[in-house]
């Protein structure tokens, strides 16, 4: 059964530095979404992305992040400048055409 | 502002004791309201979308309704493996609820 897949599973990175986190969406899913959960809360809405471009995104997403469709596979995340705030678990999701969200396993991020 | 408010947060059951879980919803431009099942440590994992009220889905033991103001997720004859956090929330701008941590007691 197709799935999500991400990298890596645990980032651990200083306060002020840029992480790239990676996420291989479902072969033939068309749209692509990025969410985060601090741990014990809620799960949040980031950007979602259709036609190589950004469709939607939060106030969470801001100047820091950016997203990228580099080739025809890989989806990927990145914080320019990390706050301890940050730290989280990161859940890439895709889906084709319907509303049912296929998500990944999430990479946990740590900013110390 | 989009809200979506689940009760309870917390639900501990008896193997094979039915009960509901609710999801309250003001979300402007409702296309759709989902459930999710979340374990813990993982990603969530999908159960529903409903579009309209009056509109129901099953799944094994749970099925899902819906209203024009709330949903539920009703659980019939619950076993331990249906203990997990249950997620849900709408499609306009995605929204997501806290989450019912569901735990069924052999």
């Known amino acids: 059964e197709p799935e999500v897949t991400q990298t890596p599973s645990h980032q651990v990175t200083q306060m002020g530095q840029e992480v790239i986190l990676r996420c291989v969406p479902i072969?033939?899913?068309?749209?692509f979404y990025w969410y985060r959960q601090i741990l014990g809360q809620k799960v949040e809405f980031l950007v979602s992305?259709?036609?190589?471009?950004?469709?939607?995104k939060s106030e969470i997403f801001d100047d820091q992040f950016s997203v990228e469709r580099p080739d025809g596979s890989n989806f990927t995340l990145k914080i320019r400048s990390t706050k301890l705030e940050d730290s989280a678990m990161y859940f890439c999701?895709?889906?084709?055409?319907?509303?049912?969200?296929?998500f990944g396993p999430g990479t946990r991020l740590t900013v110390t | 502002e989009d809200q979506v408010t689940q009760s309870p947060e917390a639900l501990r059951l008896q193997e094979g004791e039915s009960s509901s879980l609710n999801c309250s919803y003001t979300v402007s431009g409702l296309r759709g309201l989902f459930w999710y099942r979340q374990d813990p440590g993982k990603g969530p994992e999908f159960l529903f979308t409903?579009?309209?009220a009056g509109e129901e889905k099953e799944k094994e033991r749970l099925k899902a309704t819906l209203t024009k103001k709330e949903s539920f997720l009703h659980i019939t004859a619950p076993k331990p493996e249906d203990s997990a956090t249950y997620l849900c929330?709408?499609?306009?701008?995605?929204?997501f609820g806290t989450g019912t941590k569901l735990q069924v007691i052999p």
């Open positions: 992305f259709y036609n190589n471009e950004i469709s939607e």
């Open positions: 999701a895709s889906l084709q055409g319907s509303y049912e969200q296929y």
């Open positions: 929330g709408g499609y306009q701008k995605v929204t």
């Open positions: 409903l579009y309209s």
């Open positions: 072969s033939n899913h068309l749209y």
